[in-house]
């Protein structure tokens, strides 16, 4: 008899139940569209979403064809943890209307609810080659983790827009998205990052991490639009955030980790790119001033040639410390040009101070022997304040100076080769003359 009685009761509670739900219902389909969004908004603010869900079906029942609609019902679906009902409403939404790219991502965070992890990777990766940013991903505690976690995954989902961007953009702020609803409805508020805050070593810990990750997608972009100086500056600032790892200076072992795996993806994607450029550019450099070198050797101009050389050396000077055996190599063999080019300046240098001013060419002359022409010249020298004259003709050596030997004699100059490298006196110049240098 008890029994019975219980079972009755509960027949009366479900009955009664049901008659209430049905009033509801009937209720709210009376109810015209602007009133049941107001509703369903109020509900989503309280966190209703038994209510907001009746509310939002009706909606979505009445217009069949409304594609936010139906978001918004998956997403209040997935909000009250039916995993199982949410997800084909997701890929119904994205059936009408490919490019909803909140759909991609509600689907995401139900796949990384139920630890299907390559799933919800494969749905992240389509949000991103349709443009949905990956800082918003980010902010999403059960997307968080493959993307902090996987360093490999995260450049490859901002790396599947390079081509259709422009590189100067920030990468984490994709103009191609369009939202689709407006902030706080369908779904929670994204959580927010801390801030940063001087002083306090976790965040500036954190930052330097995400800016390392930030430079690498740069880098990446630049390369793509052939923007080569961009990359070259950016993998510096790239090295002197990894710089901090190598010091001891970040110490939080979670984004140790991170920057030392960012580092070794840069080492097996954009180094060997940059590296080419590098070597390229370092080429170029140095043989740019060394070509003005010989500009300078040729016209003996003695003091643009020091400058040019110290400007050579500068280039060359980093490449020779390098651990890159091919960088060593290539600078020593532009060092060693370098040096016998500057060596024969040197040379020249030497004569223009020690060997020219105690000349003076004070005549040419042109004598007959055996029916030839033979040029003379006659020059006075100067050796411990004592002035000798000499008269040369060609392939003589002045007194006492067997490295300075005539080659050729002209109307006004003499051309000679001091220490193998040519030289020449002009008529007039000299000691006692203004013109003297």
């Known amino acids: 008899m008890r029994i019975i009685t219980s079972c009755l009761l509960t027949v009366t509670v479900l009955l009664i139940a049901g008659s209430v739900f049905a009033q509801d219902t009937t209720g709210v389909k009376e109810l015209p569209d602007l009133e049941l969004v107001a509703k369903y908004d109020t509900a989503m603010r309280t966190k209703n979403y038994q209510d907001a869900l009746i509310y939002i079906r009706e909606l979505m029942e009445r217009h069949e064809k409304s594609v936010d609609y139906r978001y918004k019902f998956a997403n209040t679906t997935l909000l009250m943890a039916n995993l199982q009902a949410a997800d084909p409403e997701f890929e119904r939404v994205l059936e009408l209307d490919p490019n909803y790219l909140e759909a991609y991502l509600g689907q995401a965070i139900i796949y990384a609810r139920q630890n299907n992890e390559k799933a919800a990777m494969d749905k992240m990766l389509d949000a991103a080659r349709k443009g ?12 968080r983790r ?5 360093v490999r995954f995260f450049l490859k989902m901002v790396e599947a827009d390079v081509p259709r961007v422009e590189h100067t953009r920030d990468p984490f702020l994709n103009p191609l998205r369009v939202k689709r609803a407006e902030t706080g409805e369908g779904g929670e508020q994204p959580e927010e990052l801390p801030e940063i805050v001087e002083g ?3 965040p500036i810990q954190r ?3 995400i800016k390392m990750k930030d430079l690498l997608v740069l880098i990446q972009q630049a390369l793509a639009a052939g923007e080569e100086e961009e990359a070259r500056l950016k993998f510096q600032q790239f090295r002197d955030l990894y710089r901090d790892v190598e010091l001891g200076r970040i110490t939080k072992k979670e984004y140790n980790e991170q920057m030392t795996e960012t580092w070794k993806v840069a080492q097996e994607t954009v180094y060997p790119r940059l590296r080419k450029i590098e070597l390229r550019k370092f080429r170029e450099e140095v043989r740019a001033g060394l070509d003005k070198l010989y500009e300078d050797y040729k016209n003996q101009n003695i003091e643009a040639a020091r400058q040019h050389n110290e400007e050579i050396i500068n280039m060359l000077d980093p490449k020779l410390k390098s651990s890159d055996a091919e960088f060593v190599a290539l ?8 040096e016998e080019l500057f060596n024969r300046i040197k040379i020249l240098e ?3 101070k020690n060997v020219r001013p105690f000349l003076r060419l004070t005549a040419t002359i042109i004598r007959m022997n055996l029916k030839q022409q033979v040029h003379v010249a006659l020059l006075e020298t100067v050796f411990g304040g004592e002035v000798k004259k000499s008269s040369l003709g060609v392939s003589d050596s002045l ?3 067997n490295d300075f030997i005539v080659l050729r004699i002209e109307e006004d100059r003499l051309v000679a080769r001091y220490k193998g490298e040519q030289v020449e006196v002009l008529m007039g110049t000299g000691f006692g003359s203004s013109e003297s240098p």
Do not use: I, S
Request: overall charge negative.
């Open 132 to 143: 949905y940013p990956v800082r918003d991903m980010q902010a999403v505690p059960e997307l």
């Open 146 to 150: 493959y993307l902090a976690g996987n």
């Open 200 to 202: 306090d070593p976790e």
């Open 207 to 209: 930052d330097k991490m």
């Open 331 to 338: 600078a020593k063999q532009f060092d060693q040009e370098r």
């Open 350 to 352: 030497e004569f223009q």
């Open 399 to 401: 007194p006492r100076m």
